[in-house]
């Protein structure tokens, strides 16, 4: 099967993502809501892409490819429909991050700095009543100031983390009873560093 990636004509396989296409062709997507080899669900649309032929901006972690796809990267429109879906995480976002923080390791800076996204373009807002760190287990933390609830670690935590509320309300939460489901690897997923080591 072939699809059109960036004008250039490449082999894929059935049921494999976008996204997974496109990192083997050398071609990196900016994404926070998706890992390799972890359960996901598109939440923050900063991978999106354009199918060309429907005309349509898609999310590169979900979508499947099709034969005869044409799928654009790279445009501007692309681009500024990345930047505006940054622009608005950032806007529910602290933003000084406290310590812990490894600036390099954190992609939504990383992606933000990238696409020149702007920190207050949209009025800030915040749910948030308890902003103190969460202890998990052992060394493992949670802090909640820094999630941009893009669910890696509710879909990955074996029943941990759970969502509470809608909207702007939602959050990440973790019930007490299931603090020893958390799986420490999750630190390594997190795009935000909300879940860390000390």
Known sequence: ??????????????????????????IEIPALCYAPGYKHQSSCMVCVVKNCRTNQIIP??????EEGMNID???????NFRKQSLELL?????????????????????YATEYR????????????????????????WFDVTKCIRCGLCVHNSNDGFTFKGR????QVVLPEESINNVDESLCGVCPTQALYRV
């Open 1 to 26: 099967m072939k699809i059109k990636l960036n004008q250039k004509e490449v082999e894929v396989k059935e049921g494999e993502k976008i996204i997974e296409v496109a990192h083997r062709n050398g």
């Open 117 to 140: 996204a702007k920190w207050n373009k949209y009025p800030r807002y915040s749910a948030i009543k308890d902003t103190s760190p969460q202890h998990i287990k052992n060394n493992f």
């Open 90 to 110: 950032l806007s529910d976002h602290i933003v000084v991050c406290r310590p812990p923080c490894d600036r390099d390791k954190c992609r939504l800076r990383k």
């Open 60 to 65: 590169s972690c979900t979508t499947l490819v």
């Open 73 to 79: 990267t790279e445009s501007e429109e692309v681009k």
């Open 167 to 170: 909207g702007f309300e939602m």
